[in-house]
Structure formats: C-alpha cells, structure tokens
C-alpha cells in the first residue's frame, strides 16, 4: 500500500490566445505540449523530488518509488503530465505509469494505492481534487479548486497509522522565478 502520495498539476502549458507557446521535445511548435516555462519546471523537479545528498525543501516530501501521469486519449492529445516527469523519471532510472487517462481517476486512485512505497501523481488541475477526495475519503481535508494559475504546489497525503488516515499537507515548489509561497 502507498504510504505517501505527492500530487503535482503538469508544466506550464500554451496560453489560449497563442501568446505563449507550446513546444516538443524537440523545440518545435506543439499546442498540446509544454510551455518553456512548462519545461524548465520539468527539469527542475528533478532535483526537488531527487535532491542531491537527500536534503528535501520541505520534510513531507520523498523520492517517489513509483510515478503516475495522464495518458492522453481521444481528443486530449496533451502529454504535458507525462512530459513533466519524465526527466524526473529518467534520472530515477524509472518508468512513468501512463495506464489511466481523464475520467478514470477512480480506477487511478486504486492503482495508486495498490503501490507500494512513495508515489508522485501529475494530472490536470480539475481532476487534481477528485484525485484528493478519493484518497483522503471526505471533501473537507483538501482545498476544493485547483486554481488555473497555479503550476508550483504539491499536495502530499500521508498515510498515519494508527488511527489509519490520511494527513494532507500542502508544499510550494519555488523552482522558479515567479513561484508562490503560498498555499492553493
């Protein structure tokens, strides 16, 4: 059973009017990838989930054992989830999980719990609180909007036993310039 859970939204992604694009791994022009910025923060979550000499930012974090992200379907092509851990994934020498898609988060959260060990989420931000509420059981423990704006937050659920539940902890990543310190 997992013991911890970090959830993290995707990168930064394109914005609406074109403004600011999306780009592929490669450099070109991708509406359905990350942003500069989205891959700068993908690149810097290496070091914050993977620290060197094992000093986290904060102390409710932990390497993550297995990680999860959105797997696009349909008429969602973005890959952003999965484009945001896998340099983190890389260097853990580890597999992203891509078996869920939006929408299958129920199946998600039992997969997720089934895990052992430390597990890191990213998914899209309105599916993130469905995530929580499955895990912590109650829609009261956790914030109940994942802010549009907000890219730079993970939201970690401990497992406490006993009395066998689930502790919710909020930690700013403040990888880059621009991040806040505060709380969704």
Do not use: C, Y
């Not at 810097?44 to 986290?56: D, E, K, M």
């Not at 696009?72 to 853990?92: E, F, M, N, V, Y």
């Not at 937050?153 to 919710?168: E, H, N, R, Y």
Request: charged fraction near 25%; aromatic fraction near 6%; charge should be negative.
């Amino acid at each position: 059973m997992a013991k911890k859970i970090m959830i993290i939204r995707h990168g930064e992604k394109p914005s609406d009017d074109d403004s600011i694009r999306g780009v592929s791994k490669d450099g070109s022009h991708d509406p359905d990838d990350l942003s500069v910025r989205g891959w700068q923060r993908s690149g810097a979550l290496i070091g914050f989930f993977a620290p060197p000499h094992g000093r986290f930012s904060h102390p409710a974090l932990a390497v993550p054992d297995a990680l999860f992200a959105e797997a696009p379907s349909g008429h969602i092509k973005s890959q952003r989830a999965k484009h945001t851990i896998d340099s983190l994934a890389d260097g853990l020498g580890k597999h992203v999980n891509l078996k869920h898609t939006r929408g299958e988060e129920k199946a998600l959260v039992e997969d997720v719990l089934a895990t052992g060990g430390a597990v890191l989420i990213a998914w899209e931000h309105n599916s993130i609180v469905e995530i929580a509420n499955r895990i912590l059981g109650d829609d009261k423990s956790s914030p109940q909007k994942w802010h549009d704006s907000r890219f730079d937050v993970v939201w970690v659920l401990d497992f406490q036993s006993p009395p066998a539940v689930w502790k919710f902890t909020q930690v700013a990543q403040m990888l880059l310039p621009g991040d806040s310190p505060h709380p969704i």
